[in-house]
């Protein structure tokens, strides 16, 4: 009985430690109004980067040719092929083909990575065959790579840092568009990079060409970010910005993001300072694909090892990342009665046999408040966007009193595994949405889950940067 008692309580302490109230959420909302600000004012303003895309205006239908696209997200890679007729349609026509990142590439050379892009894109070429219409030194493309860059122009930038585990020293600093330039060349392909894109930003673009009230994007994969349309004389630190429309999709780097009011636990403490990128990369590391399924490691061991209710433990449960956030959903969406996928993930990933059903029970509670945590505080950096733009219903308050000022219909499109495969954490995240923003406001905010969106977007950019046009 003694040891279930030490079960309870590493639970109850998790929950507390998790806890995410309705005003708690606000408060993160404020800080992160607060840190674009701090950020659109100067280089270094904030943990919240800011960074300029120079993307002004958003693709709106009348997008002409076949494009390509690459995309290097954190645990995928996908080559896309789009045609694009010139008048809106509700489906796309595009081809896609995904394989996951070989994991030794991820800490290799910039050589070997470029090398493996540039022959999977080979690839995809030749399988064409002859039925294509496009002549072969005119084939352009979208290169969306999903980490921070410093952006000199629209195909132009170099790599601030790396995260989502990825490590190639000499990389950064590097321009990106450069090294996938330089490997096509090596592969003999003759095709340009007509634009470089944040996947986050090529999101906004496939939202925007289906609908024109898309303002802002998400994405939560393997990694989390946001960017949304900023009006250029809002980014103060970098004045006389010329624009023919006057906005600027601003790349936020979300992920970095920091506040006080985080509801953290030691379990964030410890996984932060045993990771490769330490004090970088917080609020991802409570929000995003690569880290739920670890935290959540993290909460069963210290339960085993505290209440010795199962004995001796394998050494399975002390290894990092042994436990993936799709296994994790699919124990938190066990709805057998006897939590049979539960106890199976818990034999086959982590050894541990025999999982008494009440404990089961308590396995299923951890990925909940984990799951939960995470998607509501997703949700308070959308609204924390919206507040910034003036979209969050609040400008219209006059004297304490709420105006009848009308609120705009508002689009924001969403993207990432988490959102597309996970089903709780997707209901989470609407809920927290109506929460902070109560349901008057809340029924103009709409938000649409895309899919592929980073890479059609990056196509459709770079066809409304084609230096065909
Ligand atoms: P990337 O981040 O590589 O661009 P995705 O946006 O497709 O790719 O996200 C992949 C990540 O989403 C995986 O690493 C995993 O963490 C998470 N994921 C994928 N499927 C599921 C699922 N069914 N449940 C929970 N998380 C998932």
Known sequence: RGKWKRVVRVLREVEEGCESSVGRLRQVVDAMAVEMHAGL???????????????????????????????????????????????????????????????HLMTSTSEDLFDFIASSLKEFIEKEGDGSELSLDRRELGFTFSFPVKQMS?????????????????MEGIDVPGCLQEALTRKGLDMKVAALVNDTVGTLALGHYHDSDTVASVVVGTGTNACYL?????????????????????????????SSHLPRTSYDIDLDSESPNPNDQGFEKMISGMYLGDIVRRVILRMLLESDIIGPISSKLSMPFILRTPMMSAMHEDDSPDLREVARILKDIL?????????????????????????????????????????????????GRRSDMKMKRTVVAVEGGLCSSYTLFREYLHEALNEILGEDIAKHVILKVTEDGSGIGAALLAASHSSYN
């Open 41 to 103: 004012a100067s280089e270094g303003g904030s943990k919240l980067k800011m960074l300029l895309t120079y993307v002004h205006n958003l693709p709106n239908g009348t997008e002409k040719g076949t494009y390509y696209a690459l995309h290097l997200g954190g645990t995928n890679f996908r080559v896309l092929r789009v045609h694009l007729h010139g008048q809106q349609s509700s489906l796309l026509e595009h081809e896609v083909e995904r394989q996951p990142i070989p994991q």
């Open 154 to 170: 629209v195909s132009s930038g170099i790599l601030i840092k790396w995260t989502k585990g990825f490590s190639i020293v000499d």
């Open 230 to 258: 900023e009006r250029v004389d809002a980014i103060i630190k970098c004045q006389g910005l010329l624009t023919t429309s006057g906005y600027m999709v601003v790349n936020m780097e979300w992920g970095n993001f920091w």
């Open 351 to 399: 050894e541990i046999p025999e999982v008494p059903l009440k404990l089961r029970k308590v396995v299923v509670k951890v990925c909940d408040v984990v799951t939960r945590r995470a998607a509501r505080l997703a949700a308070a950096g959308i609204v924390g966007i919206l507040k910034k733009i003036g979209r969050d219903g609040s400008g219209g308050i006059t004297g």
